[in-house]
């Protein structure tokens, strides 16, 4: 590096400085060269991406209300947006670091070390992490650094030439400059690609496709015609594993093989108990149609499904374990240090709870918790659904507090699912004449007795339900409507079997779930 990079040439004819532009850019090619470096060292060496890292870190401290409004804005592709988000301020700043440097290298290597130290810490300090971590961000640094000198000290050596001789050009300097950047930017895409590859080497696929699952001790029939009720838009009454919700905290898909699985059952229990992979396909599995609903799903959403899940009775488990009397609560942990806890009465009151390796007909998907996860009927998934279970501690509530309850994010220790009614159709519009407004309801574990529909401010009508797979699942139901044209306001309520009507009253998702009528606008049009 020339010896006073740290301020730009005096007395040139220009300032002395390269445009901001090319400064800028040259900043951005640093910060991707050093991202792409440190997400290949990660996936080499088999260590923390800095960026996922700093991504957790994120999801572990904003605020609750912040925490929904994502989910509310991006749906399941929160995480991605996420990411997104993280690159674009490194992005930012690295623009912001090009700028910096044409008048000072060491103030925006400053700036470089500043970022790898913050991807260092989220790397090291993450849960299961330890100081080896953060050698990513190390070496993205040095590598950012490298750049940083070379991209810069081409831009200061054609600026000089261009204020020394103000009406020539320099050709070949700005396309040094411009293959440099180029070949850099090429360099950094390659790595990152190749890290996030390594990273997410398809281990846990090649595992899963090997799996050939057992026959379930207790077959389900397939599911009746008599369960549908025939109309186009209704939401399937087994959700494809393909269009299931995924709402959870991994920024990054655990990869578990099977071959190298196992689930240890500790804590408040007489003897400890761990079982294989092996072991768990050998038991006597179960099939089951469940429900399950997020509790961020707003009135109306969308992240709620329906599966057959296939998988071992988890009382079986905890009574080879032999549960302690004191223990009130059981505290699901998956392979990326997540954890929620539910009353240990839960798996004895007669609802489905399994450790599911089964998702309608095939090993569980690697997104939602192969090898193994929790499935427990009539409960929302912060505090039940465990994905890429590893361990089970029978503890009790006031010996521990889980995840999304604890550390001032306020949600309900305990999370029955509400009863809800979801129009799925009509959404936007229709034609005078006949209508199907149709949907879904689900109250598990009770089940639905009935669904209502007004329109406009007329009279509650019931609706035709369709024949229910179980108490745990969601029902079909339908109800004819002779519409005219104009706009029209439409509502839904279900009632479950002990009796009760969900509520008018509409209420967020935080802390234990939303509540009110399902309401929507129709325009129908002249037939």
């Not at 301020?89 to 008048?103: C, F, P, Q, T």
């Not at 993450?126 to 971590?133: K, L, Q």
């Not at 309850?405 to 220790?413: D, E, I, P, Q, S």
């Not at 079997?497 to 509409?506: D, V």
């Amino acid at each position: 590096m020339d010896p006073d990079h740290s301020a730009a040439p005096q007395g040139a004819g220009r300032g002395g400085r390269p445009p901001a532009v090319r400064a800028a850019a040259a900043g951005l090619v640093v910060a991707a060269v050093a991202v792409g470096v440190a997400e290949l060292a990660a996936g080499v060496l088999g260590l923390r991406s800095p960026v996922v890292a700093v991504g957790d870190q994120v999801v572990l401290g904003v605020p609750e209300a912040v925490k929904a409004l994502a989910i509310g804005w991006f749906g399941t592709a929160n995480k991605v947006a996420l990411v997104v988000g993280i690159l674009v301020v490194l992005g930012a700043a690295g623009a912001l670091i090009g700028v910096v440097a044409v008048r000072s290298v060491v103030v925006a290597a400053a700036g470089i070390v500043l970022f790898g130290v913050v991807g260092a810490v989220a790397a090291a300090g993450g849960v299961d992490s330890a100081a080896v971590d953060a050698v990513p961000s190390v070496v993205g640094v040095a590598a950012g650094l490298w750049a940083l000198w070379w991209l810069v000290r081409r831009l200061v050596v054609e600026q000089r030439s261009t204020d020394a001789a103000p009406d020539a050009t320099d050709p070949d300097g700005r396309r040094r400059f411009l293959l440099g950047a180029v070949a850099l930017t090429a360099v950094a895409a390659g790595a990152g690609a190749t890290g996030r590859w390594l990273s997410g080497r398809a281990d846990a696929v090649a595992s899963r496709l090997a799996v050939v699952l057992p026959a379930a001790r207790r077959r389900l029939a397939p599911v009746p015609v008599a369960a549908s009720v025939g109309v186009d838009g209704v939401s399937p009454l087994l959700t494809p594993n393909d269009r299931f919700y995924r709402i959870d905290t991994a920024l990054v898909i655990p990869q578990v093989p099977a071959e190298t699985w196992d689930l240890r059952i500790h804590g408040l229990v007489e003897h400890e108990v761990t079982v294989t992979y092996a072991e768990l396909l050998a038991r006597d599995l179960v099939e089951a149609d469940v429900t399950l609903a997020c509790v961020s799903n707003e009135v109306g959403g969308d992240l709620v499904g329906t599966a057959r899940w296939l998988g071992a009775p988890l009382a079986g488990l905890l009574e080879e374990a032999g549960v302690d009397p004191r223990a009130d609560q059981l505290v699901g942990r998956s392979e990326d240090g997540w954890e929620c806890g539910f009353p240990v009465s839960a798996v004895g009151d007669g609802r489905t709870a399994l450790v599911a390796v089964g998702m309608n007909g095939e090993p569980l998907p690697v997104r939602h918790g192969f090898p193994a996860r929790l499935v427990v009927a009539g409960l929302y998934g912060y505090v039940s659904a465990t994905k890429w279970l590893r361990e089970i501690e029978l503890t009790t509530f006031e010996d521990f507090t889980h995840y999304w309850a604890r550390g001032g994010r306020g949600w309900a220790v305990e999370a029955p699912v509400k009863t809800q009614c979801r129009i799925d159709t009509p959404r936007r519009g229709a034609e005078a004449g006949p209508v199907a407004i149709a949907g879904v309801a689900w109250a598990p574990t009770t089940g639905v007795r009935r669904v209502e529909v007004q329109v406009d401010d007329g009279p509650w009508q019931e609706a035709v339900l369709a024949d229910e797979l179980s108490g745990e699942t969601w029902r079909q139901w339908v109800q004819r409507w002779d519409a005219t044209p104009g706009r029209h306001t439409v509502r839904a309520r279900a009632t479950d079997r002990t009796g009760a009507t969900q509520p008018e009253e509409r209420s967020a998702p935080f802390p234990d779930g939303a509540t009110g009528w399902h309401t929507i606008t129709v325009e129908v049009a002249e037939g």
